[in-house]
């Protein structure tokens, strides 16, 4: 059993920055940890993007279109998984939604779990 809180979604303006933060929790974390987490980012009507992730070991993957706008780190202890986004542009604009995977060495595989998705606007 795993929820995802995510938050830090926000209207700005274009050249300003938000914080996004995805907090999971749950029993499976008294005998698991968060593997690989990221960020996808989601317009009505378009295509699913994969923003940014980042690995158990502390690996992490961005797109093209936000390397190094955008910073994707996570706190092990509070399991919670943060994207810095800085220097935003309106076609940052997108809902965006976090998961985490989670391997279980009872389940014996990984599990992804999603976050409700939170609105990131930016007007020009």
């Known amino acids: 059993q795993v929820q995802l809180a995510e938050s830090g979604g926000g209207l700005v303006q274009a050249g300003g920055s938000l914080r996004l933060s995805c907090a999971a929790s749950g029993s499976i974390f008294r005998i698991a940890n968060i593997d690989s987490a990221g960020w996808y980012r989601q317009a009505p009507g378009k295509q699913r993007e994969l923003v940014a992730d980042?690995?158990?070991?502390?690996?992490?993957n961005y797109a093209d279109s936000v390397e190094g706008r955008f910073t994707i780190s996570r706190d092990y202890a509070k399991n919670t998984v943060s994207l810095q986004m800085n220097n935003l542009k309106p076609e940052d604009t997108s809902n965006y939604y976090c998961y985490v995977d989670v391997n279980s060495r009872f389940a014996g595989g990984i599990t992804r779990y999603w976050g409700q998705g939170t609105q990131v606007t930016v007007s020009s």
């Open positions: 980042i690995t158990s070991a502390g690996s992490t």
